[in-house]
């Protein structure tokens, strides 16, 4: 039922990692994370347990194919360490990914190359202690249909492999499918529904 085209990588749990240089310390956080909302909440609560640190650096990539994403610098000179933590986003080639790497400054300026090092050092590090998954990309879709459609449909789903998250069976019947993308248009344009709708 999944095709290649369907899945992506991503992490499965939260990681952590580190790096030294100068006295500055750089302390990464991995986490698998789905929307925006969900970053701006990891952020808030690492802001919170390292208020005291100089820089809370991060970047993140959202959707099969990192459609969402941001690098911020938080203070440090453009480019020096969000570009680097996305940067090993994209060698790695995950998503729905945020690293938010943590800096206490050791007392000595470690220059832009030496910051890119730093900050490319610690998010390696903190994916490294990840375990990588593969993930579906799919929609819930959600089809009505009349009592009398019951046996067509259901033959239809048992033919193309599918089971329903949900299923209401009253005067109109309702099923929700989680659909991977690359077959959305061939099983929404062949089920023997009255209505359809996107969630």
Known sequence: MTSAEDTYKS???PGEGSYRD???????????????????????GIKKDYFDARHHCYAYRIGKDGEI???NDDGEPSSSAGRPILGQLLSNELSDVL??????FGGTKLGIPGLIKAYKS?????????SVVEKVAAE?????FGYLQMNDVMKFLKDHGLSPLRQEFDLTCRI????PLSQIDTITSSIPASRIDWE
């Open 22 to 44: 100068l006295g500055s310390r750089f302390l990464a956080f991995a986490f698998p994370v789905e929307s925006v909302d969900q970053v701006k909440s990891i952020l808030e």
């Open 11 to 13: 992490i499965s749990s």
């Open 122 to 130: 610690a998010t390696a590090d903190a994916l490294a202690s990840c």
């Open 140 to 144: 819930n879709v959600s089809f009505e």
């Open 99 to 104: 690293v938010v790497v943590v800096r206490y």
């Open 69 to 71: 994403w941001r690098a």
């Open 176 to 179: 929700t499918l989680r659909i």
